[in-house]
């Protein structure tokens, strides 16, 4: 199909609202003129009478979505001998963030890891990945994931060679309790332009599989959006159909002789879903989310992602929502100086009433849970400039297992400029003594975190913290000037905020064969889901524990096989 402008599309789309009947309930909305979601959870829309569908387009397997998981289905399905069409609502390949978690790739051989599927590490996260779930996650799913983790990072890694992208692999972390401990593990994938996979990698990657894909003969249909599935029999029957709507305002119907593949991103854009499937992170984000706003070539953002597409249109037809309260995706606990990526903080953690409120030695999706159960969802970090010496070297985000990639590491001088490059943009603050510092923190109590300040640091003298169980090894007094604080909330202009909602994770009820499944947990006949919103491989939290698994299992092994599997259909 051509390409066209987004404003073509948003008036296309509207017009098909009001052939739908829905009027001012418009599909796309311009930026400049907000208005309500397409069409609500219990409010389907019509069908799309016969003689008003202006094309027809049959293959094997439908795909809808052009994230990482919708293309990596699509190029595994073709290199299988399956014929795909895929279409999607965005101008262009998407993706977000860049770590991709494997057990047992050739990569890490290569570096001398040992992280097999039979591993002791291997069995430490899948431990810990279940327990931080209350053992409510689909343990088939994740089975299957380790068993097949390497061979599908393999394949990707030769495939995103020959686009040109290289492999990195992330450090690994040793939690001092060991709980939180992970070895490396995570891949990302970066080129001259983009040196850090970790965070900007996934948008590469995507685009390498849209390439791959087009110059094998594949078919994309962007500036197209689906409205609803037809399933057979009354909603009874085998899924076979989607009926879409492209930039001009034409209906499309895409017939899939096998299976339709939803690939179609998260809800965090829809206020109803939010509402009702992920109340802790709507009553925490509310005001932080665009919700009028549809914008299908969303990159990084933090104001909401999707409009969870596929997941209504899932339950118009019978799909089941999944046993498991959903993963809710957020992280940045804390303003300051991590001493790992994935990690909180070795200082002190108070809330607006000066209180400390949690063992500070966590990763940053607990804690930034933590942080959101405080006062207006407000929070105020305290260090020393002695913290900078705890390390031998500083490294930023996305810093490789081995230096592959050129990001250099800090000396704790160094470090310490580096604070005071924000302390120039107002990002922290500092000061010759606590005192100074509480000062230009607006909205803390002052006398209440003096307080806990000096019960924080008698704690560190004696060894023990009798509040929080702060490990001794790394409870660090603070006590040597200059002092440095800040503060921190949630944005709520679509910047990075402090804490910040990235996705929602999960949604139709899925199998290990990503079948989406009825209310009795049976498979519904040829509709399968990929991606972010499979259903039970995460409940409660996203933890980042195994950073990149989202990535690295929905996204790319389970896509891998689905092609496979489609393939003996």
């Known amino acids: 199909m051509k390409s066209i402008s987004r404003r073509s599309f948003i008036a296309g789309a509207a017009a098909a609202n009001v052939a739908l009947g829905l009027g001012s309930v418009a599909a796309a909305v311009a930026e400049e003129a907000p208005a309500a979601p397409l069409y609500e ?44 069409i895929l279409f999607s609502a965005g101008s262009h390949a998407v993706g977000r963030g860049g770590s991709h978690q494997a057990f047992g790739s050739k990569y890490q051989k290569e570096l001398g890891i040992d992280y097999g599927p039979g591993s002791a590490d291997a069995f430490h996260c899948m431990r810990h990945e279940h327990y931080n779930a209350t053992f409510m996650t689909d343990q088939r799913k994740w089975s299957r994931w380790l068993l097949n983790s390497g061979a599908s990072m393999d394949w990707m890694i030769d495939l995103m060679a020959k686009h040109g992208l290289n492999v990195s692999l992330e450090e690994g972390y040793n939690d001092p309790d060991g709980w939180l401990t992970s070895p490396p593990a995570s891949h990302n994938f970066w080129n001259s332009e983009v040196l850090s996979g970790s965070t900007s990698g996934a948008p590469l990657v995507s685009q390498a599989y849209a390439d791959e894909f087009l110059e094998n003969g594949g078919r994309i249909d962007w500036n197209t959006r689906a409205l609803y599935l037809i399933r057979e029999d009354d909603n009874k029957g085998r899924v076979s159909a989607v009926v879409a709507v492209t930039e001009d305002g034409s209906y499309v119907k895409y017939v899939a002789n096998k299976a339709i593949v939803l ?103 607990y804690s930034a849970d933590a942080f959101l159960m405080n006062p207006g969802k407000t929070a105020f970090f305290v260090w020393d400039s002695d913290y900078a010496y705890k390390k031998d070297q500083w490294i930023d985000w996305g810093y490789a297992y081995k230096e592959v990639n050129g990001i250099p590491a800090r000396t704790p001088e160094e470090e310490i400029a580096h604070w005071d490059l924000f302390v120039s943009t107002g990002m922290y603050v500092k000061g010759d003594t606590i005192e100074e510092v509480l000062d230009q923190l607006e909205g803390i109590d002052k006398e209440a975190a003096l307080e806990s300040i000096a019960k924080y640091n008698k704690y560190a003298e004696q060894g023990y913290d009798e509040e929080y169980q702060v490990n001794p090894d790394y409870l660090f007094p603070i006590a040597t000037p200059p002092f440095y604080a800040a503060k921190a909330s949630i944005a709520t202009d679509g910047s990075f905020g402090v804490p910040c909602l990235l996705t929602i994770c999960g949604g139709l009820r899925t199998d290990d064969k990503m079948r989406v499944c009825d209310i009795n947990d049976n498979p519904i006949e040829g509709l399968y889901n990929v991606g972010i919103m499979t259903g039970d491989f995460y409940a409660n939290v996203y933890s980042f524990s195994l950073f990149g698994q989202n990535l690295g299992a929905c996204c790319t092994t389970f896509p891998w096989l689905l092609g496979k599997d489609l393939a003996e259909l």
């Open 263 to 365: 690939a179609t991103g998260d809800f965090t854009r829809d206020r109803e879903l939010m509402q009702k499937y992920a109340p802790f992170a709507y009553e925490s984000f509310a005001d932080a989310i665009d919700w009028n706003n549809y914008n299908y070539d969303t990159g990084d953002t933090f104001s909401g992602i999707f409009h969870g597409d596929g997941h209504k249109m899932g339950l118009w037809i019978g799909a089941a929502w999944q046993h498991a309260p959903v993963g809710q995706m957020v992280n940045s606990g804390m303003l300051g100086p991590r001493f790992h990526y994935s990690a909180n903080f070795w200082g002190i953690n108070l809330n607006r009433d000066g209180k400390r409120f949690m063992n500070e030695i966590t990763n940053f999706a």
């Open 41 to 84: 959870l219990d409010n389907p829309p019509a069908p799309i009478p016969d003689d008003q569908i202006a094309e027809t387009y049959t293959a094997d397997v439908i795909i809808v979505g052009s994230g990482p998981s919708g293309l990596c289905t699509a190029v595994s399905c073709q290199e299988n001998g399956v014929d795909v």
